[in-house]
């Protein structure tokens, strides 16, 4: 819940500061958002997949806002959105090996394996029915953890851009 709440913060504010604010409120609103966003950040993180999520948010964050700045006049939410993820994902695909190592891709899975097996065995203490799924269910989730984090990564933006343009005026591209 703090991953997603802290991707809507920090993507809202990023969105505030590419419209460049120009009124004190505006840059209160900034800077709560943006606090609120690094604060969610800055509790203890647990492993190798905890950093991943870190640097994902403020990856996708500032990509959102930088594609947003430089948009074309009527450009859309979705374009916007799919590459504010597309960028990051290749960042991170790139520097993931670079400076964890080889394994990085294995050990990010193990922990999603790990994640996942607890979320499904909580589900089952209270529905003992369902143990016949838990085999599958923990495969799917852990197997599609990059399917899952851009699907709530695109939910976080969507929120971010609709609470934006509600607030304020939206982002405008830079002076040719």
Not at 63 to 69: G, K, L, P, T, V
Not at 70 to 89: E, I, K, Q, S, T
Not at 98 to 117: C, F, H, K, P, Y
């Amino acid at each position: 819940m703090g991953r997603w709440l802290s991707l809507v913060a920090l993507s809202f504010a990023a969105l505030r500061l590419a419209a460049r604010p120009g009124s004190r409120g505006e840059w209160v609103v900034l800077a709560g958002a943006g606090g609120a966003g690094v604060a969610l950040l800055l509790g203890p993180t647990a492993g190798l997949l905890g950093a991943l999520d870190r640097a994902w948010i403020v990856l996708v964050s500032v990509a959102f806002a930088a594609c947003a700045a430089v948009r074309p006049a009527g450009a859309r939410f979705w374009p916007l959105a799919l590459r504010a993820c597309l960028y990051p994902a290749a960042g991170v695909a790139i520097l993931g090996p670079l400076t964890v190592g080889r394994t990085v891709w294995q050990e990010i899975l193990w922990e999603t394996t790990r994640d996942a097996s607890g979320a499904v065995r909580r589900v089952i203490e209270v529905a003992p029915g369902l143990y016949p799924a838990f085999e599958l269910t923990v495969r799917l989730l852990a197997g599609g953890w990059p399917v899952w984090l851009v699907l709530e990564t695109l939910v976080a933006l969507g929120v971010a851009w609709r609470v934006t343009r509600a607030v304020g005026r939206t982002p405008t591209p830079a002076p040719a």
